[in-house]
């Protein structure tokens, strides 16, 4: 079955960075959509960043750009994100999310990373920033 495992959470602090891991499994790995929400104590939860393993093109929320990037290794079936200069206001439960494949005109960024389009999640994987 499809599996999304995250990894890589942890406590730093304000100015730090942390490394997300998310391993997919259960699917076939290429041509699918793939990245990171997170849910802020007390909000919603908001799409942070997705890749498209098809291609490599690449989407950011305007909060993180400049700070975050996405990244995919095919071999190992693996979507990062790097996460560098934390803040406090990045402190979430991180998830990992999945569409696996893309519909005629949809796209992996922007209005469709969001959670109604989703397919599979993981468990989410906790970050914590202190100032």
């Known amino acids: 079955q499809v599996q999304l495992v995250e990894s890589g959470g942890g406590s730093v602090q304000a100015g730090g960075y942390l490394r997300l891991s998310c391993a997919a499994s259960?699917?076939?790995?290429?041509?699918?959509?793939i990245g990171w929400f997170r849910r802020a104590p007390g909000k919603e939860r908001e799409g942070v960043a997705a890749i498209y393993t098809g291609g490599g093109s690449t989407y950011l929320t305007d909060s993180v750009k400049g700070r975050f990037t996405i990244s995919q290794d095919n071999v190992k079936k693996t979507v990062y994100l790097q996460m560098n200069s934390l803040k406090p206001e990045d402190t979430a439960m991180y998830y990992c999310a999945a569409i696996l494949s893309l519909s005629s005109g949809q796209h992996c960024s922007g209005d469709y990373w969001a959670e109604p389009f989703m397919d599979y999640w993981g468990k989410g994987t906790l970050v914590t920033i202190s100032s």
């Open positions: 259960g699917y076939s790995f290429s041509s699918s959509c």
